[in-house]
């Protein structure tokens, strides 16, 4: 390809909207243009990077038995009511663009393709036999995210390999899961990314086991936590682990403690000189669940440790017969107190029993009362009074009965211990989610009706599992891990261009020919070169090379007169001077030059 076939529209300025790195050089090197918050065109340039990145999953894919279809965008409304998602994706913050047709029909825009892929599977699948196989797909799709941003980190619309997996038994399903990690690993690996899998949460696609593959960056969204030894890691949503010790509360003599507008820990603590670990925190937070009900819980945690919401939501989720659609911390005062009976956040103590919840009252008998390990291996602590203005000392859990959930419900963070009987402890480091796999078990078998005869031949539920890759953020996340200051550099695998040829001066006809011959040659041989054609001066052209990251250029100079070329590697380690042939020679046996 010749760079005049296209207009390469690379930027000299940083452009201010991009805030990482990555996002940055692929704005500057012109291979994505921003057309709307988190929509982004593939220029020629990035399409190349994408349809790299797409054929070694699909070479790694198909050597395991998956294969590739193509399934519609737009999905009635029906199947996601079916599987009980519709509401949770479309209400509130759901992230499902949906839409009318003129027969005022409701769609969605696919995030995902459970739904789907498992109502086909519902027609064609009938007997064991037919099982297991897999199904993939690379395609856009489509999220209303809250917060897109960081290019194609984050986009509201993005490509996606999915994969989706069906089996006669759950043993094959965690076989063919086994398969399809180390398949992941090769992926990334011949993607030229060095990947860290750690264990995370199912979130709303739900399931059992699901593991994370991650791009460690400072810029990553997500957190990982992981021991040195490499023994362990974990996404922080899912990471359980140990809290440091608490400080002891000795010879506390006060049973009850004045704490005028002492609303928060720390002005507790200084006031009464106390540490965030001798108190127990209790935040109200509201579960709204499918079949509209909804339920307040209370949930109590050491002061200086914090509340894992996707731990609780799960824990709930599990404990209640209808799909919790929504969890959210009641912020509100007065929300609070027209059903505490004037009682405010902040003086809310683990022993608040029915009586104090206005006789009535949507709350009445119904909350849920969910205490983390933290607090509850506390033999004494500082908690809210249920009294405005007022504290308690607490020497035991004895109060509680039987009317509670002790549970892990805690951020895990660095500094923490493994378990009880590890000395190892947790670091932390940022990541970015490149692909997620999951087993999927029955849930949407059961929910949509996909069935199967088994030996026996009796009708069971199929068993799934599912797998995705982030292809244009993984494209994005290689730049993170692969650049310098003066731009991209790509791994060679998954690079627009292997290489890139100048001439210093394509006016000179010696050069001029030189090139066109090393071009032609290289077309002949299939080698995946760029011939910069551009009516530019020699220092433009290596610029550009440098900034859009071709792991190669060759540079036709003055010594073309002795068919002498430059071959010079984007880190600048290799650095020759050869004849055309002998160049010709590097590139066709590929493991010289990687
Ligand atoms: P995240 O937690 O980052 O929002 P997710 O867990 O919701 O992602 P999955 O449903 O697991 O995403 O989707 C599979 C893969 O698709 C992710 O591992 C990620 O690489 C990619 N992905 C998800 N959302 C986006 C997005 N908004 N833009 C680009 N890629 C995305
Ligand atoms: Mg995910």
Redesign the pocket.
């Known amino acids: 390809m010749r760079v005049t076939s296209f207009p390469l529209a690379t930027l000299r300025d940083t452009p201010s909207e991009a805030e990482i790195i990555s996002h940055q050089l692929l704005l500057k090197g012109g291979f994505i243009k921003r057309v709307s918050s988190?929509i982004y065109a593939y220029m020629p340039l990035m399409l190349r990077v994408i349809e790299k990145i797409s054929l070694i999953i699909e070479k790694e894919l198909n050597k395991i038995g998956c294969s590739k279809l193509l399934l519609p965008q737009l999905h009635p409304s029906e199947l996601w009511k079916r599987s009980g998602r519709w509401e949770g994706y479309t209400e509130g913050e759901g992230i499902m663009f949906n839409l009318k047709d003129r027969q005022d029909r409701s769609f969605g825009l696919a995030?995902?393709h459970e739904e789907v892929i498992t109502y086909i599977a519902s027609e064609i699948v009938k007997s064991y036999k037919q099982l297991p196989f897999c199904f993939y797909q690379i395609q856009t799709?489509f999220?209303d995210?809250i917060r897109?941003r960081f290019g194609?980190?984050?986009?509201?619309e993005?490509i996606?390999k999915?994969g989706y997996s069906f089996h006669s038994s759950k043993e094959d399903l965690i076989d063919f899961y086994k398969i399809m990690e180390k398949s992941y690993e090769n992926i990334f690996e011949n993607c030229g990314l060095k990947t860290l899998g750690v264990e995370a949460d199912s979130?709303?696609?739900g399931g059992g086991a699901s593991k994370?593959?991650m791009v460690t960056a400072d810029s990553g969204?997500?957190s990982i936590l992981f021991t040195k030894s490499g023994s362990y890691s974990a996404n922080i949503e899912k990471a359980i682990s140990l809290p440091s010790r608490e400080k002891p509360l000795n010879n506390f003599s006060k049973s009850l403690i004045h704490t005028p507008n002492q609303k928060s820990i720390k002005d507790i603590c200084k006031t009464n000189n106390l540490d965030p670990s001798q108190i127990v925190k209790v935040i109200i937070y509201k579960a709204k669940f499918e079949d509209k009900s909804e339920v307040p819980l209370l949930v109590c945690i050491r002061g200086d440790q914090t509340i894992n919401d996707v731990k609780v939501f799960n824990l709930i989720d599990k404990t209640k017969k209808s799909n919790l659609i929504t969890l959210s911390i009641i912020e509100s005062d007065l929300e609070i107190k027209k059903n505490l009976n004037g009682l405010p956040i902040g003086f809310i103590g683990p022993d608040l029993e029915d009586e104090l919840i206005k006789k009535n009252s949507s709350w009445e008998k119904k909350w849920v009362r969910i205490v983390d390990h933290s607090a509850f291996n506390l033999s004494n602590f500082i908690s809210g009074a249920n009294k405005v203005d007022f504290h308690k000392f607490f020497n035991s859990w004895k109060f509680i009965g039987d009317n509670y959930i002790e549970a892990d419900i805690r951020n895990s963070k660095a500094g923490d211990y493994l378990d009880k009987d590890s000395s190892e402890i947790l670091l932390e480091a940022k990541g970015i989610?490149?692909?997620?796999i999951f087993q999927l078990g029955q849930k949407y078998s059961e929910k949509l009706d996909a069935k199967f005869s088994n030996q026996k031949g009796l009708l069971e539920n199929i068993w799934m599992g599912c797998y995705?890759?982030?292809v244009?953020?993984?494209a994005q996340a290689a730049i993170e891990q692969n650049h310098d200051k003066n731009g991209i550099c790509w791994p060679i695998q998954i690079s627009p261009f292997q290489v890139v040829l100048i001439a210093t001066n394509l006016k000179d006809p010696i050069q001029e020919k030189l090139a066109l011959s090393i071009y032609k040659e290289m077309q002949d041989y299939n080698i995946d070169v760029l011939f910069d054609d551009r009516d530019e001066r020699a220092g433009v052209k290596f610029k550009d090379a440098d900034l859009i990251g071709f792991p190669f250029r060759v540079i036709v100079g003055r010594d073309a007169v002795d068919n002498q070329v430059e071959l010079i590697s984007r880190s600048k380690k290799i650095q020759l001077k050869l004849s055309s042939n002998e160049l010709i020679e590097k590139f066709l046996n590929e493991s010289k030059l990687l």
Do not use: C, Q, V, Y
């Open positions: 988190g995030p995902t799709k999220r995210e897109p194609l980190m984050r986009g509201r993005f996606m999915d979130g709303a696609i994370e593959f969204e997500d989610e490149i692909g997620h995705g890759i982030g244009s953020r993984l």
